[in-house]
Antibody, heavy 117, light 107 residues
């Protein structure tokens, strides 16, 4: 059974940093395309980033230069390093496995990031 | 970047109704279009991938169609558990933009 478990969310001040983790079981992170998607309170889904199995990362313009997606193959874990955080980054952050035609078929439960002073 | 326009933003319907949600891309995305269902406080659930392929375990009352720029999600006979928010998403390129969402409510 595939499980994705996010952690690392919390309250951070504007300008601060946070690193989210997504621990995977039942699949190998390094062999898959893995994504981060976020959802601000009461708003729709926003795609944030993807890392391909070959290691190439891609980002939404809204986070480019501030967020970094990476993975630790030995821990089978996906990360999202978030720097220079802004109030508009407040959201639930989901990790997901990308499958056929780039669809996300497995999702974590989400972790809440709140950026506020 | 490719823009996705989803409509309607909300929809009221009754159990047993047939409903259709549309999604339009600002340029051709072939069949790289996916549909998700999301219920409050839960992660999204994949319903349809590659525009018309039904994800394993999803009831057959859900169907998708389209290619190029125009796509539809159809629910043939609404069930009580179908009242939720639905999103389209392109996966032809990055950014993998989502549509604005359609909130399906009970009439």
């Amino acid at each position: 059974e595939v499980q994705l478990v996010e952690s690392g969310g919390g309250l951070v001040q504007p300008g601060g940093s946070l690193r989210l983790s997504c621990a995977a079981s039942g699949l190998t992170v390094s062999s898959n395309y893995m994504s981060w998607v976020r959802q601000a309170p009461g708003k729709g889904l926003e795609w944030v980033s993807v890392i391909y199995s070959g290691g190439s990362p891609f980002y939404a313009d809204s986070v480019k230069g501030r967020f970094t997606i990476s993975r630790d193959n030995s821990k089978n874990t996906l990360f999202l390093q978030m720097n220079s955080l802004r109030p508009e980054d407040t959201a639930v952050y989901y990790c997901a496995r990308d499958s056929t035609y780039g669809s996300s078929d497995y999702w974590g439960q989400g972790t809440l990031v709140t950026v506020s002073s | 970047d490719i823009q996705m326009t989803q409509s309607p933003s909300s929809l009221s319907a009754s159990v047993g109704d047939r409903v259709t949600i549309t999604c339009r891309a600002s340029q051709s995305i072939s069949s790289y279009l996916n549909w998700y269902q999301q219920k409050p406080g839960k992660a999204p659930k994949l319903l349809i991938y590659a525009a018309s392929s039904l994800q394993s375990g999803v009831p057959s009352r859900f169907s998708g169609s389209g290619s190029g720029t125009d796509f539809t999600l159809t629910i043939s006979s609404l069930q009580p558990e179908d009242f939720a928010t639905y999103y389209c998403q392109l996966s032809y390129s990055t950014p993998r933009t989502f549509g604005q969402g359609t909130k399906l409510e009970i009439k």
